[in-house]
């Protein structure tokens, strides 16, 4: 399975401010993908990003809060914009398994991200 | 109706013992089916995928029942290292899509 790394790993951040979460993968993935977690919840999905494409966004999810990049095959980074402290949550990168069958995914550590 | 529903537990085991878990999804065109396990403060790992006709990894038996929507997990001998949250998750719409439930929480007592 892939090695995907995250960065930052965890963040205290004020209320109106933006943080951009990077996301790296050691081989080249076509699908990748954007979780929440909240606090003793499961995983929801923000977007699914594609190199070369915009990124496809989940019902309650708009572009202009969660800007998200995929410049190539390897990396991605997802922005939470004007932050507040509803926005606490784990955020995870996943990726799709290329030589996977069944569809599985891999997950990033996640970002930890409190806000003020 | 939740898409993918699961007892949130906790399920306390003794050590040793066999747990099942089963969960309940609405979707009818899923086509692939997984358990990942996750400890606390941890990400999600891939445990099983399930297969149409079941499958086993060592301990660990998976079914898929298709005609009732629901997907079992079966834990015999367990460990101590067992003890996390167990999250069924099957595709949506799209195979990329996943739809997680909420999670089953077991802890294996000594």
């Known amino acids: 399975s892939a090695v995907i790394s995250q960065k930052p790993s965890r963040d205290i951040c004020q209320r109106g401010t933006s943080l951009t979460i990077q996301c790296q993968v050691d081989s080249q993935v076509t699908m990748m993908f954007w979780y929440r977690q909240q606090p003793g919840q499961s995983l929801t999905l923000i977007a699914t990003a594609n190199q070369g494409s915009e990124a496809t966004y989940e019902s309650g999810f708009v572009i202009d809060k969660f800007p998200i990049s995929r410049p190539n095959l390897t990396f991605s980074t997802l922005t939470v914009s004007n932050m507040s402290p509803e926005d606490s949550s784990i955020y995870l990168c996943s990726v799709e398994d290329p030589g996977g069958v069944y569809n599985e995914q891999f997950f990033g550590p996640g970002t930890r991200l409190t806000v003020l | 109706r939740k898409e993918v529903e699961q007892d949130p537990g906790p399920f306390n085991v003794p050590e040793g013992a066999t747990v099942a878990f089963n969960c309940t999804y609405s979707?009818?065109?899923?086509?692939?089916f997984f358990w990942y396990r996750q400890d606390c403060r941890k990400e999600p790992k891939l445990l099983m995928s399930v297969y149409s006709s079941g499958n086993e990894d060592g301990r660990f038996t998976a079914q898929l029942n298709r005609a009732s929507q629901y997907i079992s997990l079966l834990i015999r001998d367990s460990k101590l290292s067992d003890s996390a949250t167990y999250l069924c998750?099957?595709?949506?719409?799209?195979?990329?899509?996943?739809?997680w439930g909420a999670g089953t929480k077991l802890i294996i007592k000594p």
């Open positions: 998750v099957v595709t949506g719409d799209s195979n990329y899509q996943l739809i």
């Open positions: 979707n009818s065109a899923s086509q692939s």
